[in-house]
């Protein structure tokens, strides 16, 4: 088991820019997929992200062209860049594989409003 401890949250006017970080405890380099999850209050946690370790990318409709993964297999570290945020993105953002086999970290709480 890896555990992942996220960071790089905070509050940030709607069209503003967050990078998130996932730092893991152990090597992420045998962890084929890693995502990046949220849950917006009253609302179930949704993938928005993934990354292979080959590098290809997925998104959820809701982010794509606004949200960048990538994952530094080095640094055992996952990062989100997030532009031209909304209202809707308010959430808690964390990360595990994908699919989730981790347990699941604290979070990082993204609140987007003016």
């Known amino acids: 088991q890896v555990q992942f401890v996220e960071s790089g949250g905070g509050l940030v006017q709607p069209g503003g820019s967050l990078r998130l970080s996932c730092a893991a405890s152990?090597?992420?380099?045998?962890?084929?997929?890693m995502g990046w999850y949220r849950q917006a209050p009253g609302q179930q946690r949704e993938l928005v992200a993934r990354i292979y370790n080959g590098g290809s990318r997925n998104y959820a409709d809701s982010v794509k062209g606004r949200f960048t993964i990538s994952r530094d297999n080095t640094k055992n570290t996952v990062y989100l860049q997030m532009n031209s945020l909304k209202p809707e993105d308010t959430a808690v953002y964390y990360c595990?594989?994908?699919?989730?086999?981790?347990?699941w970290g604290q979070g990082t709480v993204v609140t987007v409003s003016s």
């Open positions: 595990n594989s994908d699919p989730s086999r981790h347990v």
């Open positions: 152990g090597s992420i380099f045998n962890i084929f997929v």
